[in-house]
Every structure is written in C-alpha cells, then in structure tokens.
C-alpha cells in the first residue's frame, strides 16, 4: 500500500529516485503513464498487466474505445532503475505533467501519483475549504 508524501528533485539529466517508502511495496516492476488533473501514475507491472488482461475481452474495433486506449498506452513506459536507483522521467510525460525542477511523489494506496510541486501545491490549496465535503464523496462508492 503507497501512503504519504515525499519531496523530490529532478537531477540535470531528468532522473528521479522513488522514495524508500514506497521501494518496499514494489517486486514486479514499474509502469508510468500520464494520470489525472495533470500528474503521472506510477502503477505495478501487475496491476498495469491487470489492466491490459481487462483491456483483451473488450471488442478491437469499438472506435469509443480507442482513445483512451491510445492515450493510455502510448504514454505508458516501464520504468527501468539505474544502478543508483534512479529513472529518467522522459520529455513528454515532464511536459504533460509540467514538471521542472521540484517533484513531489503521494501515495494514493494502489498506486503512485507524481505531480509537479507548484501543481500539488495550488491542488492542496484548492480543495482544502472543502475537505469534507470532498471526503464525503467516498460514501458514493460505498466507503
């Protein structure tokens, strides 16, 4: 289970470390691909690999079905450690995400979120005047 926050920074070379915390919960490998309102997910092989086991029963030619499908998976890379324990965040999910410098990494239970610091922040900022209402929401999907 990925809990908490951590701060980070992206290095000259666009490479980043998981935080320890969350090393701990992954054995299978990594995937990361473009998420929600503007973050990266960070998801296991094994779930990313549940996802496409769903995907495989679903009609090939339902052409509503197929952006998602591209946009999911075209963005989609196996992360790959170095010997330091550090990836390279490439160009296009660093754009998509608006990623400079300052990282922070949450954990979001079944996976990863990684967000641009500034955007976290100002995410923070915009729903703290209503955070039970927010948390209230989860009643609708009966937690």
Same mark, same amino acid.
């Given at each position: =289970?990925?809990?908490?926050?951590? #701060?980070?920074?992206?290095?000259?070379?666009? +490479?980043?470390?998981?935080?320890? #915390?969350?090393? #701990? %919960?992954?054995? /299978? !490998?990594?995937?990361?691909?473009?998420?929600?309102?503007? /973050?990266?997910?960070?998801?296991? *092989?094994?779930?990313? %690999?549940?996802?496409?086991? @769903?995907?495989?029963?679903?009609?090939?030619? %339902?052409? #509503?079905?197929?952006?998602?499908? +591209?946009?999911?998976?075209?963005? $989609? =890379?196996?992360?790959?450690?170095?010997?330091? !324990? +550090?990836?390279?965040?490439?160009? &296009?999910? @660093?754009?998509? $995400? &608006?990623?400079? *410098?300052?990282?922070?990494?949450? !954990?979001?239970?079944? +996976?990863?979120?990684?967000? $641009?610091?500034? *955007?976290?922040?100002?995410?923070?900022?915009?729903? @703290?005047? &209503?955070?039970?209402?927010?948390?209230?929401?989860?009643?609708?999907?009966?937690?």
């Amino acid at each position: =289970m990925f809990l908490g926050e951590f #701060k980070h920074s992206v290095d000259n070379k666009n +490479r980043l470390r998981i935080p320890p #915390k969350f090393k #701990k %919960d992954l054995d /299978c !490998g990594l995937v990361l691909t473009k998420g929600n309102d503007g /973050c990266l997910f960070i998801v296991t *092989k094994k779930q990313f %690999d549940n996802v496409l086991e @769903k995907i495989n029963s679903l009609p090939m030619f %339902d052409s #509503k079905l197929q952006m998602p499908l +591209r946009l999911l998976f075209s963005s $989609a =890379m196996e992360i790959e450690e170095d010997n330091q !324990g +550090r990836f390279l965040l490439p160009a &296009n999910l @660093k754009n998509f $995400a &608006n990623i400079e *410098k300052d990282v922070v990494f949450i !954990g979001v239970g079944t +996976r990863i979120e990684l967000w $641009a610091n500034e *955007k976290w922040q100002d995410y923070q900022s915009n729903t @703290k005047n &209503n955070f039970e209402e927010i948390l209230s929401q989860l009643g609708e999907y009966g937690i």
